[in-house]
């Protein structure tokens, strides 16, 4: 089975073997770059640049969008090392969870660059006005809008009108990648909870 466009779980249980207990930058820089962005890559924005690239490209803002906003749970389950499960809240295991609505909005809340521009009460409205409604019915609700850049270009969204700038989402979401790959090359905690994300995406 693949897990990224050119890695499969052998390959994963042959890095896994090397990584675990390791304090070597090197090792888990080639971990992060093989696994997690090369999933990240091949599944969500070599997709998004196929659609700029595309002549037509008037109108896909919402499609890349929601790419995006699918991306935001697996970026967050990977930091805390969690997997999702559809079962009840009191048959959870330790490191398991059921509703995407809080690894979302604690996405917003905690990670930057993103924990800059999101409380928890707006971070909640983007979610239910943005993300579901992009998912569940193709449209954004509530008085969204999607536009393709700020002025600044790191605005990433303004709540007093309430618009997203889909290139700068995207630009903060790539920015926060990038820090999360050089944190994990020396942060144990981080690192464990890499081990168990992509174990459970081995299984």
């Known amino acids: 089975m693949y897990i990224t466009n050119r890695k499969t779980v052998k390959d994963w249980q042959k890095i896994r073997e090397s ?8 090792e888990w820089r080639k971990a992060f770059n093989d696994f997690f ?4 890559q091949s599944r969500y924005l070599e997709p998004i640049q196929s659609l700029r690239n595309d002549d037509s490209y008037h109108g896909y803002g919402f499609t890349i969008m929601t790419l995006l906003c699918s991306l935001i749970e697996f970026l967050d389950s990977c930091y805390e090392g969690k997997t999702y499960r559809q079962c009840n809240t009191n048959e959870l ?9 809080q690894c979302f909005i604690d996405f917003l809340t905690k990670r930057e660059p993103f924990s800059k521009k999101f409380s928890e009460v707006e971070a909640m409205d983007f979610y ?7 998912l569940h019915e193709a ?6 809008r999607i ?3 700020s002025n600044s270009g790191v605005d990433i969204v303004c709540m007093e009108t309430k618009t997203v700038y889909r290139d700068d989402f995207e630009d903060a979401i790539k920015k926060y990648i990038k820090e999360y790959g050089d944190k994990l090359a020396s942060n144990r905690t981080l ?8 174990d459970a995406l081995c299984e």
Do not use: M, P
Not at 139 to 144: A, D, H, M, R
């Open 19 to 26: 990584i675990i207990g390791s304090t070597d930058e090197i």
């Open 37 to 40: 962005w090369g999933r990240v």
């Open 93 to 101: 295991k330790k490191h398991e969870y059921n509703r995407s609505k």
């Open 128 to 134: 239910s006005s943005v993300r579901c409604g992009l």
């Open 139 to 144: 449209s954004t609700k509530n008085g969204w």
């Open 147 to 149: 536009w393709g850049k």
């Open 191 to 198: 690192q464990e909870a890499f081990i168990r994300k992509f």
